[in-house]
Nanobody, 123 residues
Framework: QVQLVESGGGLVQAGDSLRLSCATSGRTFSSYAMGWFRQAPGKEREFVAAISWSGSSTYYADSVKGRFAISRDNAKNMVYLQMNSLKPEDTAVYFC????????????????WGQGTQVTVSS
């Protein structure tokens, strides 16, 4: 199994940047695809970004494309989400997830989830 712990969230103003981190532990981390999802108040959880096991392929929701960047460092068992040009609509709890079957936008394809970290973007 894989354990995931997110960090790096906080309160920022529109236009600012944040870097979220996901620390992982467990067997053969590098064999898992990783994803970031978020859930805003009163909204369903939505896909943000995903990265393949090797880090060679990345995928983004249209709403964050060009502003966010997902990356991983398998040697350090870490996954990151660099968030630039933040908007109030980015306010949400952000979750990292690990999946056995490749990088996808679908929640059900991920086997393990972190507890989330709050990102709040003020106007």
């Amino acid at each position: 199994q894989v354990q995931l712990v997110e960090s790096g969230g906080g309160l920022v103003q529109a236009g600012d940047s944040l870097r979220l981190s996901c620390a992982t532990s467990g067997r053969t981390f590098s064999s898992y695809a990783m994803g970031w999802f978020r859930q805003a108040p009163g909204k369903e959880r939505e896909f943000v970004a995903a990265i393949s096991w090797s880090g060679s392929s990345t995928y983004y929701a249209d709403s964050v494309k060009g502003r966010f960047a997902i990356s991983r460092d398998n040697a350090k068992n870490m996954v990151y989400l660099q968030m630039n040009s933040l908007k109030p609509e980015d306010t949400a709890v952000y979750f990292c997830a690990a999946g056995r079957y490749g990088a996808t936008m679908f929640e059900y394809t991920y086997n393990y989830w972190g507890q989330g970290t709050q990102v709040t973007v003020s106007s």
